[in-house]
């Protein structure tokens, strides 16, 4: 591992460290099939009421376990860091504009491979020659 990805690991740890001990409340969001685009609205419309964090699962397991010592309700969390999730942390209650967020969600499109053969009814045709 590089002296870089040292230091980037470390901010990171520091950074995660920092969220959980400044806010009382953690939502765990699911994000497949969330577009980069999207998931960048939804941290516009949240920036100075909550903070959202993605980040390595590995990284913020071993985050929560380290920080589960201090508080034994983390412990529950790390059971949840699993596939594309993300956390939202807020220090009040929940804001209404974490509400409007929720109503973002849009329907994902379909992969070209989930859908089913088109079958349609045709009657038997029988050809008809016409004389020339």
Do not use: C
Not at 6 to 26: D, G
Not at 30 to 39: M, R, T
Not at 59 to 79: C, F, G, Q, S
């Amino acid at each position: 591992m590089s002296g870089a990805e040292s230091t980037k690991k470390q901010e990171y740890f520091a950074k995660l460290v920092n969220l959980l001990e400044t806010h009382n409340k953690i939502f765990v969001v699911g994000v497949d099939n969330v577009g980069s685009n999207h998931l960048q609205k939804v941290r516009a419309s949240l920036r100075g009421k909550a903070v959202v964090l993605m980040g390595k699962n590995t990284m913020v397991r071993k985050v929560l376990r380290a920080e589960a010592a201090k508080n034994a309700d983390l412990e529950a969390l790390t059971a949840l860091v699993r596939g594309n999730v993300g956390f939202v942390f807020v220090k009040d209650d929940r804001p209404p504009s974490v509400r409007s967020s929720s109503r973002r969600r849009s329907e994902p499109l379909p992969r070209l491979e989930s859908l089913p053969p088109a079958t349609l009814p045709s009657p038997p045709v029988t050809p008809v020659w016409s004389p020339l």
